[in-house]
């Protein structure tokens, strides 16, 4: 079966840094043409276009504000999108006792909020036979120390929104997937495990020996988006070194 995406137009949330740049730069490997989405760097984002091989389109939106994502969609020029990757999310501590209502409005505004109404607000112009990639996280699958229960929730709502997305766009012929990654090694979890006692902790928990990479993700990705994973619908691939089994 045919890899390339020559002619794919292809959205990344999230697509100016870490896991997201990495799979702007494998899609665009493929031959995709990329949409970059950011929210609040534009200089990391033009630097994410400007590794691409294509010439790529950079976006704002904050996935937060569903006003913004929906200004954002309707400036998209393209009349039809072929891929779709949710990648935008972050990654902040809610411990119970101290957590503010901002903190937690922003942690599911952004995580789950934002990628169901980006999704929904996509549904007219992502083609029929188009591929919708969410990226999860382990997180969602174990009890996870250090206070990050909800971002933990948030990906267990992702695993589930995919199965269920998978079954209702199924007659488009779109498949929706998802990718959970374990430890990963980027700008956003740089100071968690700058920590040696922390970092050894996390290498332990991966039976292959290492952190996962951005690049490590990005291949599973591309793999869902291409023909080779014709037949894969609703399901969420761990990319975790072993960390979850």
């Known amino acids: ?16 840094r870490g896991i997201g740049r990495a799979i702007c730069q494998a899609l665009d490997a493929e031959g995709a043409r990329i949409i970059v989405h950011y929210h609040r760097d534009l200089a990391a984002a ?6 691409l091989q294509s010439p790529a389109t950079l976006v704002h939106a904050d996935l937060g504000s569903t ?10 020029d393209e009349d039809s999108l072929d891929i779709l990757v949710n990648n935008a999310g972050v990654w902040k501590p809610t411990p119970l006792g101290s957590t503010s209502e901002a903190l937690l409005d922003e942690v599911l505004h952004i995580n789950l909020r934002g990628m169901f109404w980006l999704t929904q607000a996509l549904l007219t112009k992502l083609r029929d036979g188009a591929r919708i990639v969410n990226i999860s996280s382990t997180a969602g699958r174990v009890g996870i120390a250090g206070g990050r229960s909800l971002y933990g929730a948030t990906k267990a709502a992702v695993d589930s ?4 997305w998978a079954l209702e766009l199924a007659g488009r012929r779109i498949r929706v997937n998802a990718v959970a990654p374990g430890y990963v090694e980027t700008d956003m979890t ?21 952190l996962g990479t951005g690049e490590d993700v990005a291949k599973v990705v591309t793999f869902l988006c291409t023909d080779a994973a014709a037949f894969i619908t609703g399901q969420s691939l761990n990319v975790s070194g072993g960390f979850v089994i």
């Open 1 to 16: 079966m045919p890899l390339s995406l020559t002619n794919h137009v292809a959205l990344v949330t999230g697509g100016s």
């Open 46 to 51: 033009e630097e994410s276009a400007s590794t």
């Open 67 to 76: 006003d913004s994502i929906t200004r954002m969609v309707g400036s998209l």
């Open 161 to 164: 929104l995919t199965k269920s």
């Open 190 to 210: 740089a100071a968690h495990l700058s920590d040696p006692a922390t970092r050894e902790r996390a290498l332990i928990r991966h039976p292959l020996g290492r």
